[in-house]
T-cell receptor, first 111, second 118 residues
């Protein structure tokens, strides 16, 4: 089973700051997921990436497969970015497996 | 709206009882996943079905079972419920196609079913 470590667990920042959340995993994978969970519970997939870098608006995700590490960056952060961000990888490493999750990063952006 | 529908949204039941949670995946998605989110364990993978067949098992208890029907909807059955089973249960679906663009294998989550065991 893949193990996922995320840091930091909690992060409070001021509006406009550049945010970085880190994720490390133990077993080689085919793809890594970044998810967002808002209060109330709904989970949204932000990125699925297997190499390099992806960008959606102010969100950027990078992955280094050799180092088994990924980062999620938020540029020009805004209070609406406040949420829990969760890194997830395939449960046993490959294919379209079920996911195993990091404990999440609770992000609060203050105006 | 992810396109994944879960019912019921909330459920309160007593210890020892049995409940069934239902999930309708996004149209055309062949894979259905069940996850449990609790305060102490976080998010955990329970089980995956692909086109009607069980594909992978995670941390699913023997008291829990699931199935996927020919129309691809899925049900998660929880029996002999204990207080510790109180959690948010998510269903997710994906197209699950090998060798296609990443976006086709993106996982879409339902809004979850809140289960409270009293």
């Amino acid at each position: 089973k893949n193990e996922v470590e995320q840091s930091p667990q909690n992060l409070t920042a001021q509006e406009g700051e550049f945010i970085t959340i880190n994720c490390s995993y133990s077993v080689g994978i085919s793809a890594l997921h970044w998810l967002q969970q808002h209060p109330g519970g709904g989970i949204v997939s932000l990125f699925m990436l297997s190499s390099g870098k992806k960008k959606h608006g102010r969100l950027i995700a990078t992955i280094n497969i050799q180092e088994k590490h990924s980062s999620l960056h938020i540029t020009a952060s805004h209070p609406r970015d406040s949420a829990v961000y969760i890194c997830a990888v395939p449960y046993s490493g490959g294919g379209a497996d079920g996911l195993t999750f990091g404990k999440g990063t609770h992000l609060i952006i203050q105006p | 709206d992810s396109g994944v529908t879960q019912t019921p949204k909330h459920l309160i039941t007593a210890t020892g009882q049995r409940v069934t949670l239902r999930c309708s995946p996004r149209s055309g998605d062949l894979s259905v996943y069940w996850y449990q989110q609790s305060l102490d364990q976080g998010l955990q993978f329970l089980i995956q079905y692909y086109n009607g067949e069980e594909r992978a098992k995670g941390n699913i208890l023997e008291r829990f079972s699931a199935q996927q029907f020919p129309d691809l909807h899925s049900e998660l059955n929880l029996s002999s419920l204990e207080l510790g089973d109180s959690a948010l249960y998510f269903c997710a679906s994906s197209a699950h196609r090998v060798g296609v663009q990443d976006w086709e294998n993106t996982i879409y989550f339902g809004e979850g079913s809140w289960l409270t065991v009293v």
